[in-house]
């Protein structure tokens, strides 16, 4: 395997760390309430631009960025919740949806009146430089990205099932009304998890914003991305996710290599088509 | 005959429209509420009856807009013989998204039209065939009659007004027949209309197809009048949007709700185009988001059903 | 007409139906009975096909139905009503109706017939034109009767029709049953109030913990000291939770 193939693949994986990251939050809400959150994207891009300032206001990386970008999210997915979600989630189907992707386009077009069309980025030496390990070259920034991300994922799924909240947030999830006879309030726990869900969000977006482009549309991408994560790896399944967000990493790395970078995004929406027909439950989902 | 009230008053407002007003504005103004409005009610039968949201609905209109001028470039034969070849596009590509997808729960369904539509974009953003980044344009001079290339925006107009005629026509006839009554009462609850005996997942099929093949039909007419079409233009998700809000705030579900809505937001938006340049273009898709937003948290059922609720209540008191 | 053989159903590590067997006569009123989460709904749901069982097989008429959909159950002849009642709260309680009519029928005018038909039959025709939704809790359960019917079935299943009914009501509810019963359908009805039991079934199943524990004619199973041991056990053991 030549040297070149090894990179691809490890940079792949790196990737794939941080698209599962950000897609744990996605697959938290869902299994957890039957909702999907299709502004999740936007909440991304929300933390790539709040990274974004740090550096610029602060001179500050990723160590300011990611806990700024975590609280400053976390705060707006419990906004979000508690303003939008939690009237709409109870409605008919089309108010779920239309409610989180209104506000999908809420966040993208006022951040496109706030901050222009223009593509923006971190400076490249932010985090390191650029190294070369066995032959390897690794960007630093990706290396700390996708170390950070793998971490974060693990202690999400730890907190959800090893921790008392963890287990409240699951009885919540199986039946609301059982859960309130004993003494748990499911829309805090509701609140909660969004706030978790949006927090992780919010990590990866600071992480993804040290190497990756920033644009008031990026979100979309990322959002169809997550979906593909989440469908891969079964609802509600963290694990599913990182299995599945790794996967995803590896393939689009390795399709950019192959056969071009315009077409990688085309092979992963072709790979969301075939899971919907042959696998909808997802890979580690039951059938 | 009250029943034919309002139609009937909407229907001479319509045709009277481009007599009354007669500015090139307002008249272009007029054709894009009716080109919209039939891409809307084309959303309307799977989003509004079926309840099941696309958010990707563009795909179709890209289908109906890129067979027409992708037909007259590649062969020079006019645009309007494309259509049937948007339709057939349509129809294949929402049987590969919703034969799998119809049977899962609705968010499976809302999560791939929106990844097609960016599928479909990115594909044609690098297909030479089709234009890629720079697009595809319309005959600049006519040749015949059929190549349906006018300076003045009446007769799109009035073409725009029968093909409206036709789709509600179509969604008037369904909503009446054992399909309508099916696709309500899945919206409502898809177990019971199951264990009923409705074949949800066939029946939303159904539907899915047909609002694909309405909603090719616009872009092919869209292709007609501006004789140009690129990756923003026919499939930007942008458009998707507008389907989508249309028909959710005049009423998804009722018959002339994706009307209203295309009544009230095109002039909005031509509108504030119009006065605020490039810049006005973000600044109403954040009223967009916005009004969805609330359309979701607060009114559901749109204008219309507020004016049907409404019109219903006094009923309670007969029973 | 309805055989179920062998039924389990598995979630996760909890074993809701465990080899349960029954067969349903043509003609008469099977009853199944058991304290909450016994497993009867859970057994009620595999013969209506929205739970796959685990291990077992259905057969209808003769049919093995074990893995088809509600909607084929539904042509076959086999329809079934909801706990919680799934209205349709968009229509009319006609065009509730109809909707279970159009099974037998494309054509609108005539399954709006139909339905009418059926709204007389079980006292709702003032009501044709009332929103749904405007129904109260035993409306609705008897609206839910009247799109079952409307399916024109064979064997039609109630799921605890008469729970949040006041004891009128719940007089109403048994007459109703009574009526279609005499149209020649057979039923099979999940209850846990005894007295409906009692005064509706010719045979009753009683499950506890996901298995049968005792079978026979009302009066047989009401005096098994197994039965009784099952539902005071399982109250005097709630009562302790409470505290």
């Known amino acids: 395997m030549s040297a070149t193939l090894v990179q691809v693949i490890v940079g792949g994986l790196l990737l794939g760390a941080i698209y599962a990251l950000f897609s744990s939050g996605l697959t938290l809400i869902w299994g957890m309430m039957n909702v999907v959150n299709f502004a999740h994207g936007d909440f991304v891009m929300v933390a790539m631009y709040i990274a974004y300032v740090v550096y610029v206001l602060l001179g500050g990386g990723p160590l300011a960025s990611v806990p700024i970008a975590a609280v400053s999210l976390a705060t707006i997915g419990i906004l979000a919740y508690f303003l939008l979600v939690r009237h709409v989630m109870r409605g008919p189907m089309i108010a779920q949806i239309l409610g989180t992707f209104g506000l999908a386009l809420l966040l993208r077009y006022s951040m496109f009146g706030a901050a222009g069309a223009n593509f923006l980025s971190l400076p490249d030496n932010l985090v390191g430089g650029t190294y070369e390990i066995f032959g390897i070259r690794l960007q630093a920034s990706r290396v700390v990205a996708g170390i950070v991300a793998l971490l974060v994922t693990a202690g999400l799924h730890l907190l959800l099932t090893r921790t008392s909240l963890g287990s409240k947030m699951l009885a919540v999830s199986e039946d609301a009304t059982a859960a309130q006879l004993m003494g748990i309030r499911p829309d805090y726990m509701q609140a909660i998890a969004w706030g978790i869900a949006a927090g992780a969000t919010g990590i990866a977006g600071a992480l993804i914003a040290t190497f990756f482009y920033i644009s008031p549309t990026v979100g979309e991408t990322l959002a169809i991305i997550a979906f593909v994560t989440v469908a891969l790896g079964g609802f509600g399944s963290v694990p599913g996710a990182l299995v599945a967000g790794l996967l995803i990493g590896l393939i689009e790395s390795l399709s950019a290599y192959w056969i071009g970078g315009v077409w990688k995004d085309v092979v992963v929406y072709i790979l969301f088509i075939f899971v919907l027909w042959f696998r909808p439950q997802g890979l580690m989902g039951k059938s | 005959m009250k029943k034919l009230l309002w139609p009937g008053i909407t229907a001479v407002l319509l045709l009277a429209y481009p007599l009354v007003f007669t500015t090139p504005f307002q008249q272009r103004l007029g054709a894009l509420v009716l080109l919209y409005a039939i891409a809307a009610s084309a959303w309307n039968i799977v989003g509004g009856y079926a309840g099941q949201i696309s958010v990707g609905h563009v795909v179709f209109f890209g289908c109906g807009a890129y067979a027409s001028l992708a037909l007259f470039t590649h062969t020079g034969l006019p645009p309007v013989l494309g259509m049937p070849l948007g339709i057939a596009a349509a129809v294949g590509i929402a049987a590969i998204i919703g034969t799998p997808t119809l049977r899962l729960s609705g968010h499976y369904f809302s999560m791939a039209t929106i990844a097609v539509a960016e599928l479909a974009r990115l594909v044609t953003t690098n297909t030479e065939f089709l234009g890629a980044a720079v697009g595809l344009s319309g005959p600049t001079v006519p040749r015949t009659w059929l190549d349906l290339s006018f300076i003045s925006s009446v007769p799109y107009y009035y073409l725009f007004l029968a093909v409206l005629v036709i789709t509600l026509g179509i969604t008037w006839w369904m909503e009446r027949s054992r399909i309508g009554f099916y696709l309500r009462a899945i919206r409502d609850s898809e177990k019971a209309a199951r264990s009923l005996g409705a074949r949800a997942p066939r029946v939303k099929l159904i539907a899915y197809l047909l609002s694909a093949g309405l909603t090719s039909v616009a872009g092919s007419l869209y292709a007609l009048m501006f004789q140009f079409v690129d990756p923003e233009s026919g499939l930007g998700i942008l458009i998707s949007v507008k389907m989508l809000i249309m028909a959710a705030l005049g009423g998804a579900g009722l018959l002339f709700g994706p009307l209203v809505g295309a009544a009230i937001l095109v002039p909005l938006e031509e509108i504030s185009n119009s006065l605020l340049g490039g810049r006005g273009a973000g600044l109403t898709f954040v009223l967009y988001g916005a009004i969805i937003v609330l359309i979701a948290r607060f009114r559901p059922d749109g204008i219309l059903g507020l004016f049907q609720s409404a019109r219903k209540a006094p009923e309670k008191h007969d029973a | ?243």
Not at chain 3, 32 to 42: C, E, F
Not at chain 3, 74 to 89: K, N, S
Not at chain 3, 103 to 111: D, F, I, K, N, Q
């Open chain 3, 1 to 243: 007409m309805l055989e179920a053989t062998g039924i389990s159903k598995v979630f996760g590590r909890l074993r809701a139906v465990d080899d349960v067997s029954a067969e349903v006569r043509q003609g008469e009123i099977l009853g199944l009975i058991g304290p909450n989460g016994a497993g009867k709904s859970t057994f009620f749901n595999c013969l209506t096909g929205d739970l796959a069982p685990t291990t077992g097989s259905v057969r209808f008429l003769g049919e093995d139905i074990t893995t088809r959909s509600p909607e084929a159950r539904a042509e076959l002849g086999l329809a079934r009503t909801f706990q919680l009642p799934q209205t349709f709260t968009g229509m009319t309680v006609l065009e509730n109706v109809m909707i279970g009519a159009f099974l037998r029928t494309s054509v609108t005018a005539e399954a709006r017939e139909r339905a009418r038909r059926i709204l007389d039959i079980v006292d709702m025709a003032h009501l044709a034109q009332t929103p749904a939704k405007t129904l109260g809790t035993p409306g609705r359960k008897r609206l839910e009767i009247a799109r079952a019917l409307a399916t024109e079935p064979k064997l039609l299943l109630l799921d605890e029709a008469m729970a949040g009914l006041n004891p009128t009501e719940v007089r109403a509810a048994i007459d109703l049953v009574r009526v279609i019963h005499g149209m020649g359908i057979t039923l099979v009805i999940v209850e846990h109030i005894m007295e409906v039991i009692n005064s509706l079934a010719d045979r009753v199943i009683v499950f506890h913990q996901g298995r049968e524990i005792a079978r026979g004619t009302p009066r047989e199973v009401t005096g098994d000291p197994t039965v009784i041991e099952a539902y005071l056990g399982k109250r005097a053991s709630r009562a302790g939770g409470r505290t």
